[in-house]
Every structure is written in C-alpha cells, then in structure tokens.
C-alpha cells in the first residue's frame, strides 16, 4: 500500500466501522496497540443495546438513557444513536454476527440495569468478542484497508493547525511517520489509571493524551463509570461479572446471605451502577461484606449455558457460577468522557476525528446506561468514517505533502513533548503506585483534600514521565521508548480526570463528591473541557 489517505488508530468496534466505510473512497491503514483482537470491544460481555423489540421504541430508549446520563446527556447525540442504532444492529445481523435467538428466531433480548425494557442483543456472554469477530472479517475483505499490529503512536502530526498523520513506533522499535488526510483515534478507554479495572492492559488512555497534547479539546474526564460486580478473589483478575447476571435474576447479597440494595435504591440489583458500586463499598463499610453475587435460586443448566465464558472463568478460581456465593467488588469500567466531538466525529482538530469510548460526543452524560457502548462505537463510527470521506472529498490536498512511500522512517522525528506546567523532579513512581493513588483519590468516593493531594503527586510524576519520553524520542536514553510513552499517558490522563474531579464541586452520576453529596443544577449542570496550549493550559 501506498501512504493511506486515512489513518485509524485502534482496532475496536468503532475503528472497523470507520474502517468498512472508508474503504470504497480511499486507502486505509489500522494502527492497533497489540493483537488486533486485544480491545475493549472483545471484553464486552453483556451485550449491544437497541430498540429492535415489539415493545420497544427509539423514544423509550432516548429516555432511558438520558435519565441514567443524570441530567448531563447531549440530547441530540442521544437520538442519534437511539434512531440509527436498530439499522446498524440489523447491519450486523447481515454481516454475520451470531447473537442468540429466540424460539421465533429473532435476537433474544436481555434485561439490564435502568432499562424500562429488555433491548439488549447478546452472543452468549462473550458479546464484543462476536462482534469484533464478524468485523474483521468484513474488513479483511477490504483491499484498500491494511493494518499494522503492535504499532504504538506517540503523537499526532499537526501541520499548520491540521492533523496530518500520526509518529508510530513498529513492533521492532523503529520509528515511522504516516501522513494522511484525515486520522481517526478509536482507541477505546482508560480503565488501567486505576488499581482495579475491568479492562485490559492496553486501556491507558493513550487516545485522550494524544488528542490533548495535540491541543484538542477534551470533556467531561471526571466521569468514571465503575462497574459494581468484578470478580474479587485474591490473586484473580479483576473479570467482569456482566450486568447481565442481575438482568436474569442474580441477586447481591451482604456478608449473612441478606439481599440488601433495597435499602440504597428502589429498583434494587438493577439500580444504576453508581449506586449499585457505592452501596456495595456502604454495606461493606458498616461491616455487613464479604458482598457476593448469588444465583443458586436459578436453574443451574440455563445459568451455565447463558454465561459459559463466566462460568469457565469462576471455575478456574474453584468456584461453580450457579452454585456458589461469587465474591464481588467495583472496579474501573467505562470512561463517559474524553476527546470533545460532535455527532460526525470531529474533533475541535481539522483532520482529526474520534469514536467510541474514546470520545465524548455527551451521548451518555455523567453515567453511561448499560449495553449502550458498543452500540455507540457501532454508530459514530459509521457517522465519524462517512464524515471523513466526505471532508476529504472538499480538501484541497498536494500529493506532493503525501509520502509516495509505503510509509517513512523518520529518525528523531517525534513530536515535542509539553512540560504540561510540571517540572521534571527526579524518578517517577512506577505506575502501579499511580493506579493505586488514582483508586484511593479519584474512585468512588472523592474528596477536596484527596483529590488536591493526588494532583500534587501527579504534577511531579508527570514532569518526571516527560522528561523520559523526550528523552527516549531524542536518543538519550536507554529503554523501552513505547513504556516510556505509555507512562506519559496515563499519568496525563490520571491528572486530567483527578482536575476535573477537583473542580466539580457536586455529585452526579459516576462522580462523587463526600464533601459535595448532592447534585447541583444550579452551578454545575455544565461540561468541564480542558485543553493544553503552548502557552499553557486552558479550560
């Protein structure tokens, strides 16, 4: 292939959409962080939210997502995704992707928490995994679209105030510089700033630091949704125990068998999950723990042939899934903000455009409603690749600024790496103790004093983490440049979600302020935006 004319940055639900709809207009080229298999999209267990049922509507399920986004949701985004969510469901069904079906033969639809109806489709409980499945197919089929594994882009190429490519080191080391017309981040989430999280290793955030330190406008990072039920045994992964075990009738119990959400929120197991994840630390704090989810008043077959990929993985720990009390805890699931776009993906960057979690479109306000994420990967990135071709089309662009090449090997040619007003002040602490800070400070309970303490730690650790990426990207040190980077990060969007959550002074869906428990319309009902000029930051 020759240099593409667009460069998508991760493999996941919204980067293969993007991908399937850029494909007839252009050459296309898959930057993904690992295997391209290895995304968040392969880790989303519960299902894909739509209003495909008889007894469902887009209306109903505007209004049920805008009610759980806690008063924050961009209404138009919300019906973007609501009216054009079933056709690009059924795409799928065309596509190939095997979700379960009814006794009818149509989608069998699961229940979850703050859904007013059953509208979530599901594989089983291996969901994302079928869907990223079916796309790589569909995009393997595609001539015009190449994809480079285990590419880890250090920064974005910005020429006269547009984003023209993306600086990627390959597999080997080597780096490399693409020029494109339009550059698509689909890098998913952030879920590894913290200690405990659901995601998988390569969610550090890297999407959101490079858009912010490209000078993109970012939103709403103080929105952290955490999962309630993660899998907690002692030496096991932090695996999501899917919000789907509650919508079939799994029930949490306290420490004595006692069913206890009722007494944090009327809809009980199915609350939202920020009240579900906090009534679960509440109860374990009155010491009424261990918490555990229960299913052994259902039928076990149905239990073990609904969820076999949970199932297998409480029985590598000892423990039978429809029998056993399964411990459980919160843990970091689902970012609700990130890089700023409107509805066709475009970021506040000519050039630059973003999907999927990694963006913040304000489709899911302070707090995302379940199985609605893979359904907005699936739509804004059609929108965000149908935009791109269209922009493209208008662009006055010299084929001399393109590299004829395959692509070009720049040594030295990474982009400045800003201060971001931190000075650099001896070693950085190694990014477990960062995580472990992010999940005391900016959890599920936050507070002035943890907060403030946090970002000092932070300011530091990132100077620090600065200075190592300029380093490694000039030649003067000796490393893994691609850690160094991945460091720098995460520790950018640890500090960017820790001032955000500083500087709102109210509780709201995923945020929570001890010091601030109530929601307050009447200073707060606005979006934190943040972004980094040369001259310093703004926000």
Known sequence: MRSPDFVIVGGGIAGLRAAVALAPVGRVLILTKAEPQESNTGYAQGGIAAAVGDDDSPELHFHDTVRAGDGLCDEQAVRVLVSEGPRYVRELLDWGVRFDLDATGRPALGLEAAHSVRRVLHAGDATGREIGRAMWERVAACASVETVDHAFVTGLHVEDG???????????????????????????????????????????????????????????????????????????????????????????????????????????????????????????????????????????????????????????????????????????????GGVETDDCGRTSLPGLFAAGEVACTGVHGANRLASNSLLEGLVFG?????????????????????????????????????SLQSPASGPQP??????????????????????????????????????????????????????????????????????????????????????????????????????????????
């Not at 993306?166 to 981040?185: E, K, M, P, Y």
């Not at 939103?219 to 899998?231: G, M």
């Not at 690749?385 to 395959?406: F, H, N, P, Y």
């Not at 990132?462 to 520790?491: P, T, Y």
Request: hydrophobic letters at 45%.
């Open 162 to 336: 547009r984003v023209a490519g993306v600086s990627f080191i390959d597999r080997d080391g080597a780096r490399h510089l693409v020029r494109a017309r339009a550059t698509l981040l689909a890098t998913g989430g952030a879920g590894q700033v913290f200690s405990d999280t659901t995601n998988p290793p390569v969610a550090t955030g890297d999407g959101i630091a490079l858009a912010y330190r490209a000078g993109a406008v970012v939103a709403d990072l103080e929105f952290v949704q955490f999962h309630p039920t993660a899998l907690k045994v002692p030496g096991a992964p932090r695996f999501l125990m899917s919000e789907a075990l509650r919508g079939e009738g799994a029930r949490l119990v306290n420490g004595a068998g006692e069913a206890f959400m009722l007494r944090y929120h009327a809809a009980g197991d199915l609350a939202p999950r920020d009240v579900v994840a906090r009534a679960i630390i509440l109860e374990t704090d009155r010491g009424a723990g261990p918490i555990a989810l229960t299913l052994a008043h259902l039928d076990a077959e149905y239990v073990r042939g609904r969820f076999p990929t949970i199932a297998a993985m409480c029985a590598s720990v000892g423990l039978d899934l429809a029998r056993d009390p399964i411990p459980v805890g919160p843990a970091a699931h689902y970012m609700m």
């Open 382 to 418: 059609a929108r965000a690749g149908l935009t791109m071709a269209e922009d493209s089309q208008s662009m006055v662009v010299s084929r001399e600024s393109i590299v004829a090449s395959r692509w070009s090997l720049v040594e030295g040619a990474q982009p400045p790496v800003p």
């Open 430 to 539: 190694p990014a477990s103790d960062v995580r472990s800070l992010m999940w005391r400070s900016a959890g599920l309970f936050r507070t002035r004093e943890g907060l403030a303490s946090a970002l000092a730690h932070l300011d530091a650790a990132l100077g620090a983490a600065a200075g190592d990426a300029a380093g490694d990207a000039a030649g003067d040190a000796v490393g893994d440049e691609a850690e160094s980077w991945r460091q720098l990060n995460l520790l950018t969007v640890a500090r960017l979600i820790t001032r955000a959550a500083l500087r709102r002074e109210e509780s709201r869906g995923g945020h929570f302020r001890a010091d601030f428990p109530a929601r307050d319309d009447l200073h707060w009902k606005v979006h934190l935006r943040d972004q980094f000029e040369t001259h310093g930051e703004k926000r």
